[in-house]
């Protein structure tokens, strides 16, 4: 079992929806849970951050946590075609950040 | 501000050469990062320096040699580089290496080795 899995995509949501990206993983310690948003050839930009159980949200973005079934996802509402871009799920290990392997959502016009 | 930035850009070399990235932060974060990036994978990561020194090498070959001069700067020494290693080599920094803080990413250098 992979320690953080995204579904690779690709997601394909019509302009103005709600994008729902989910990732998993496997380690019950883990604390911190980041997104980070990756631009075809341009480095991960942190979009949200978050720490404990339930929502938190930012302008357009919305980050859920479920430590209890260790699950975290990222809503994007009202989505842009400037939003299509690699959405990176990252949870804080031991030692390092693990990635997912990153789903890729396209926003159609 | 949450810049880190790394020069060059961009890097072509030849299986002998040697060359050096180089990533600065003036945030006064004490950890400091190297990744490498393959196309369509996400961040590997390489190294770790806490407060100035070397706290995680991921087994990395020793074609590859960071430094950490000061708090604000980290290089990555490259030699006898293969073909292979052609990726996005991205720095990056966190206030510290505790397990809560948030890693900021320098827009990488694209590396080309001939």
């Known amino acids: 079992q992979k320690e953080v899995e995204q579904n690779s995509g690709p997601l394909s949501v019509p302009e103005g929806a709600i994008a729902s990206l989910n990732c998993t993983y496997s380690d019950r310690g883990s604390q911190s849970f980041f997104w980070y948003r990756q631009y075809s050839g341009k480095s991960p930009e942190l979009i949200m951050f978050i720490y404990s159980n339930g929502d938190k949200e930012d302008g357009r973005f919305t980050a859920q946590l479920n430590k209890a079934s260790q699950y975290v996802s990222l809503l994007i509402r009202d989505s842009q075609p400037s939003d299509s871009a690699t959405y990176l799920c990252?949870?804080?290990?031991?030692?390092?950040?693990?990635f997912g392997q990153g789903t890729r959502l396209t926003i159609n016009p | 501000d949450t810049e880190v930035t790394q020069t060059p850009k961009h890097l072509v070399m030849g299986m002998t050469n040697k060359k050096s990235l180089k990533c600065e932060q003036h945030?006064?974060?004490?950890?400091m990062y190297w990744y490498k990036q393959k196309a369509k994978k996400p961040p590997e990561l390489m190294f770790v320096?806490?407060?100035?020194?070397?706290?995680i090498n991921e087994s990395v070959p020793s074609r590859f040699s960071p430094e950490c001069p000061n708090s604000s700067l980290l290089n990555l020494h490259l030699h006898a580089l293969q073909p292979e290693d052609s990726a996005l080599y991205l720095c990056?920094?966190?206030?510290?290496?505790?397990?809560?803080?948030?890693?900021?990413f320098g827009p990488g250098t694209r590396l080309l080795v001939l």
């Open positions: 990252a949870v804080q290990g031991a030692q390092k950040l693990v």
């Open positions: 945030m006064g974060h004490r950890a």
């Open positions: 320096y806490s407060y100035e020194k070397l706290s």
């Open positions: 990056a920094s966190s206030p510290g290496p505790q397990y809560q803080e948030t890693q900021y």
